[in-house]
T-cell receptor
């Protein structure tokens, strides 16, 4: 299997622009997670889905962030408008069956820089 | 809610042992351990599902004390490849949190 795929791998944008990050989970995995990692805050769970339905979005920092999963093989994380403090590495991960209780397989991450 | 790890950083010589601790303020269902190398994504090491459970993989093992809401990761006879940042992940209900991280550097 190809593993979790994320795109783009790097994104540089200016403050106020819309940013869309994309993720393709491992085929057959029922759960998809979005994380943000910064030096200051470490790894933070933003939101996770089960069978395309958002289960816990308590980690989404504010209304500027939104995530969707229109089907089992694709998810997006959108930031609109972007701000410099959104600069971070964004990881997508997927797992089977038990969701947070199971092994999570991480994608390579998207490095976002907002100027 | 974020589990606290200790120590924050440790430097070892090749062949030495290390222990990384993870402590939560919430009752835990399970504990995960991940390792992340610089510039890469976290990689799964092991899950401990029951209180008192101990697991091992090669020279890396872990224990889970459900009553104390703590887990420890044991690295024995460390190798250069063990260098990286180690994260515990705790599951409480349907909530998952990564720990604060422990940076481990193994030098020759």
């Amino acid at each position: 299997d190809a593993g979790v795929i994320q795109s783009p791998r790097h994104e540089v944008t200016e403050m106020g622009q819309e940013v869309t990050l994309r993720c393709k989970p491992i085929s057959g995995h029922d759960y998809l997670f979005w994380y943000r990692q910064t030096m200051m805050r470490g790894l933070e769970l933003l939101i996770y889905f089960n069978n395309n339905v958002p289960i816990d979005d308590s980690g989404m920092p504010e209304d500027r962030f939104s995530a969707k999963m229109p089907n089992a093989s694709f998810s997006t994380l959108k930031i609109q408008p972007s701000e410099p403090r959104d600069s971070a590495v964004y990881f997508c991960a997927s797992s089977q069956l038990g969701g947070p209780k199971e092994t999570q397989y991480f994608g390579p991450g998207t490095r976002l820089l907002v100027l | 809610q974020q589990p606290v790890q200790s120590p924050q950083a440790v430097i070892l010589r090749e062949g030495e042992d290390a222990v990384i601790n993870c402590s939560s303020s919430k009752a835990l269902y399970s504990v995960h351990w991940y390792r992340q190398k610089h510039g890469e994504a976290p990689v799964f090491l092991m899950i401990l599902l029951k209180g008192g459970e101990q697991k091992g993989h090669d020279k890396i093992s872990a224990s889970f004390n459900e009553k104390k809401q703590q887990s420890s990761l044991y690295l024995t006879a460390s190798q250069l490849s063990y260098s990286g940042t180690y994260f515990c992940g705790t599951v409480s209900g349907n909530q998952f949190y990564f720990g604060t991280g422990t940076s481990l550097t193994v030098i020759p």
